[in-house]
C-alpha cells in the first residue's frame, strides 16, 4: 500500500499566533483603583465635597487602564477578560462623569440604572470567568455584588447600601490584588507561583510549555 500523498501546498491552510503580553494584570489593576477610591467615598473616608475629584480620578486612572485591558484582550484571544474590562471601563466613564457634573452628595437615578444593568451582566462575566480563573472570577463577582448595591443606593438613597457598598469595594481590592500578583509573578517565573486555582481550558493554558503557554498563543490568559 502506497503512502498518502500530502495535499498541494496551494490548499493547505496555515494559521500563525503572535505572542502578546498579558493584559489581565493591567485592565485588573485599574478595577483596584477605582474601586478603593469609590469605598473611600462610601465610608466617608474621603469628603463628600470631595465627589468631583473622585469622578476626575476614575476618567483619568482607571478608565485608560482597562481600556487597554480590553483592547489587547482581544488579540490574545480571551473574549471574556475583553467583555468584562470593557464593560467595567464603560461604567468608571459614567460613574465619573456623574460625579463630576452633579451637586456633592446628590444620588442619581438613571446612575443606578446603569450600575443596575451593569453589575447584572458583570455577574454573567463573573460566571464565565469563574469556570476557568476562579479567582477572577470571585473578583468580578464581587464587583458585580458592589454595582447592583451602589444601584441600591443611587435609586434609593439609603446610606445603608452606600456603606455595604464600600465593604463589598474593600474585598474587590483584596481578591484583585491577590491575582494581579499572582499574574505578575507567574509571567516572571515563566510557571504559576501563587495559587489561582485555574481550571480547564486557562489550566492548560498556564501548565503548556514554551511558546504554548504564551498570551496570544495559548486559549486563555
Not at 468580578?140 to 465593604?167: C, D, K, M, N, P
Request: one cysteine or more; a positive charge.
Amino acid at each position: 500500500m502506497s503512502a498518502p500523498v500530502p495535499p498541494p501546498a496551494a490548499n493547505r491552510l496555515g494559521i500563525v499566533l503572535r505572542p502578546v503580553g498579558s493584559s489581565m494584570p493591567l485592565g485588573l489593576s485599574g478595577l483596584v483603583i477605582a474601586s478603593l477610591v469609590l469605598s473611600g467615598l462610601d465610608l466617608g473616608w474621603v469628603p463628600v465635597g470631595d465627589g468631583k475629584w473622585i469622578g476626575l480620578m476614575l476618567l483619568s486612572g482607571p478608565v485608560p487602564l482597562q481600556l487597554l485591558g480590553c483592547v489587547f484582550a482581544f488579540p490574545a484571544r480571551d473574549g471574556a477578560a475583553a467583555n468584562s474590562m470593557g464593560l467595567l471601563a464603560v461604567s468608571w466613564i459614567s460613574i465619573g462623569l456623574v460625579r463630576l457634573l452633579s451637586a456633592p452628595g446628590a444620588t442619581s437615578a438613571p446612575l443606578g440604572l446603569l450600575l443596575l444593568a451593569t453589575g447584572t451582566l458583570l455577574a454573567g462575566a463573573a460566571l464565565a470567568q469563574g469556570s476557568g480563573k476562579p479567582v477572577a472570577g470571585l473578583a468580578l463577582g464581587l464587583a458585580a455584588s458592589r454595582f447592583i448595591v451602589s444601584a441600591l443606593y443611587e435609586l434609593t438613597h439609603a446610606g445603608g447600601w452606600q456603606t455595604v457598598s464600600g465593604i463589598l469595594g474593600l474585598g474587590v481590592v483584596a481578591t484583585t490584588v491577590y491575582f494581579v500578583v499572582a499574574l505578575q509573578m507567574e509571567d516572571a517565573q515563566d510557571s504559576p507561583v501563587l495559587p489561582t486555582f485555574r481550571r480547564g481550558r486557562a489550566k492548560l493554558s498556564a501548565g503548556a510549555d514554551g511558546a504554548a503557554r504564551e498570551p496570544g498563543v495559548r486559549p486563555q490568559l
